[in-house]
């Protein structure tokens, strides 16, 4: 039955989808205190959430959370919502619905599970942090203009493909940061969540 839900929309045990429920991604941006429908998460993105419930507050709702990549909870008065991010959805939801919820949703299927990476350290092994300030000299290019040191586009694209390092490993060997491997991963098809571990 859940193979046939439509993405990012509720659907309830009651026969109507129900529409009281706020999205998972709202209240994600919420979280994280970016309210622009894309935001840049050094964690979690909008496009990590797989999937959703509604469960009363009264249920234990902990086995839901054990054994997923990335999960949360948000809290009413009325109801919990589990927000998660997990490799098949549908068993997910399967196993929440069984277990009493209220409602539940599926992302559309361009989203993909959350897998941590090591966090990108800068030449003195302190955390390089997006959007604090200029990047490390190895991603400038030599007038030091602040742009983005040029790369091989090629050559990471022929990398992704091989699937063999984490984007961090990319972004080092390429001279660029991690947020620049991602984004070329995503325009080229190669961003799905596919690089767990190095082989």
Do not use: C
């Not at 859940?2 to 991604?25: D, F, M, R």
């Not at 622009?36 to 709702?61: C, G, K, N, Q, W």
């Not at 919502?81 to 997990?86: A, E, W």
């Not at 949703?105 to 350290?121: D, F, R």
Request: aromatic share 10%; proline share 6%; no cysteine.
């Amino acid at each position: 039955m859940n193979e046939a839900l439509v993405a990012n929309k509720w659907y309830s045990i009651y026969k109507k989808p129900s529409t009281g429920y706020p999205s998972p991604q709202s209240i994600l941006r919420a979280a994280v205190g970016a309210e622009e429908y894309i935001f840049l998460s050094e964690t979690v993105t909008t496009e990590h959430i797989r999937a959703a419930v509604v469960m009363p507050l009264d249920v234990p709702f902990q086995h839901l959370l054990s054994e997923v990549p990335w999960g949360m909870s948000y809290t009413t008065p009325d109801w919990r919502m589990l927000i998660v991010s997990v490799l098949d959805p549908y068993s997910w939801i399967e196993l929440a619905r069984a277990s009493g919820a209220l409602g539940w949703m599926k992302n559309h299927n361009k989203s993909y599970t959350y897998n941590w990476e090591p966090p990108v350290l800068d030449q003195h092994g302190i955390k390089f942090r997006a959007g604090a300030g200029r990047p490390t000299n190895e991603a400038m290019d030599a007038r030091g203009s602040g742009r983005p040191k040029k790369y091989d586009r090629d050559a990471l694209l022929e990398d992704l493909r091989e699937d063999s390092k984490t984007h961090g490993e990319l972004a080092t060997k390429h001279g660029i940061s991690r947020i620049s491997v991602l984004k070329f991963a995503q325009k080229n098809g190669l961003s799905k969540g596919k690089r767990y571990v190095k082989t």
